[in-house]
């Protein structure tokens, strides 16, 4: 079975700074997917970014970016020069390669972007 | 942009009763999920459903539980006998594709209070 840990229940960073969220995962797959993704509040998830697990390379979508590490079994997001816009519940999650890829999430880190 | 639709936002139900929320997936997807997220815990995998059938279940997913597509476009959930631990946000999903770690989209959630 797979585990998703997320260590850090909320987060604040002033506008326009550099905040890192953190996540790591338990699986016995080689191959698999990470991603996440945001909820703002009282709104859907969307998906931020996703990195394919056999892919060493770093993914980076904009202000976002993961580090990625393979061994470590860590996957935490930076983001940065943070917006009001960034305030949200983010969940870190998994998917093996295989099967329907049901998302295994972790407990979400509640990040609040100050004015 | 095509989205995830889910209806009622909101349902209150006395214990014991049936309920039935329901999805309407992306029009061109062809994989469909049911998560769960009772408040302050972490989003769970309840359902996969792919060609008329199911493709997995969690063990969440008991005989209370049931989905169905009626139709070319909805996807619903039943709970048969409500319990107040059924309380929870529950989360309709899709994707185009069931390899390659594809995206799934989310709607905004059924917010389920069980009295």
């Known amino acids: 079975a797979q585990t998703v840990t997320q260590s850090q229940p909320e987060m604040s960073v002033q506008e326009a700074e550099t905040v890192t969220l953190s996540c790591t995962y338990d699986?016995?797959?080689?191959?698999?997917?990470l991603f996440w993704y945001k909820q703002p509040p009282s709104r859907q998830m969307i998906l931020v970014i996703r990195?394919?697990?056999?892919?060493?390379q770093n993914a980076t979508e904009n202000r976002f970016s993961v580090n990625f590490q393979k061994a470590a079994k860590s996957f935490s997001l930076k983001i940065s020069d943070s917006q009001l816009g960034d305030t949200a519940m983010y969940f870190c999650?998994?998917?093996?390669?295989?099967?329907?890829?049901?998302?295994?999430f972790g407990t979400g880190t509640r990040l609040t972007i100050i004015p | 942009e095509p989205e995830v639709t889910q209806t009622p936002s909101h349902q209150v139900t006395q214990m014991g009763q049936e309920v039935i929320l329901r999805c309407v997936p992306i029009?061109?997807?062809?994989?469909f999920y049911w998560y769960r997220q009772i408040l302050g815990q972490k989003v769970e995998f309840l359902v996969s459903?792919?060609?008329?059938?199911?493709?997995?279940k969690s063990e969440i997913f008991d005989d209370q539980f049931s989905v169905e597509r009626p139709d070319g476009s909805n996807f619903t959930l039943k709970i048969r006998s409500t319990k107040l631990e059924d309380s929870a946000m529950y989360f309709c999903?899709?994707?185009?594709?069931?390899?390659?770690?594809?995206?799934?989209?989310f709607g905004p959630g059924t917010r389920l209070t069980v009295l």
């Open positions: 999903a899709s994707s185009a594709a069931l390899a390659g770690g594809h995206e799934q989209f």
């Open positions: 699986t016995s797959e080689n191959n698999y997917y």
């Open positions: 990195q394919e697990a056999y892919k060493q």
């Open positions: 999650a998994f998917t093996p390669d295989f099967g329907n890829e049901k998302l295994t």
């Open positions: 029009s061109n997807h062809l994989y």
């Open positions: 459903f792919y060609n008329n059938e199911i493709s997995e």
